[in-house]
């Protein structure tokens, strides 16, 4: 209710330092909400561990070497605090995504004319829980100022 889900306690790899980003945050409520569903029916005994808790070995390298420390405990485990990694999807990347590794590389991708997506995902380094947070669209700047 008060929360507009602005991320202003910098855990996030700052959305809002890429412009024109902002377009996906309407959807971003539900997203949340079926996260937290996702948590709670773990805690209901009504989903297994082992279901949710299955990041692929390469997004656990990921989280281990590059994932971004968030405040915020692993809300299966709480054994570890949840880390973030963003990879991001588009042309002339591999299927399986590019592993961005800082804000940096992320705003050069932003500033290209290709769109892409980058898929923020939290994951925890001790029970394996994986979620995707959010999916922003970068890129796509066609603001063609050279002449000719
Ligand atoms: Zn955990």
Redesign the pocket.
């Known amino acids: 209710m008060t929360n507009d889900g602005t991320p202003s306690r910098g855990t996030s790899f700052g959305s809002t330092s890429l412009r024109g980003v902002s377009s996906l945050r309407g959807g971003l409520v539900d997203h949340r909400m079926a996260r937290r569903a996702t948590i709670n029916e773990v805690h209901r005994g009504r989903l297994g561990r082992e279901e949710v808790?299955d990041a692929h070995p390469e997004l656990m390298r990921a989280a281990r070497s590059v994932g971004k420390r968030t405040e915020t405990p692993?809300?299966?485990?709480?054994?570890?605090n949840?880390v973030l990694v963003t990879y991001v999807f588009g042309p002339k990347l591999p299927s399986h995504g590019r592993l961005a590794a800082d804000n940096k590389e992320l705003a050069q991708f932003h500033r290209r004319a290709e769109e892409y997506t980058a898929y923020v995902v939290e994951a925890?380094?001790?029970?394996?829980?994986h979620y995707l947070v959010r999916a922003l669209p970068i890129g796509g700047q066609r603001g063609r100022r050279q002449v000719g």
């Open positions: 808790c692993c809300p299966i485990c709480s054994e570890d949840l925890c380094c001790s029970c394996r829980w």
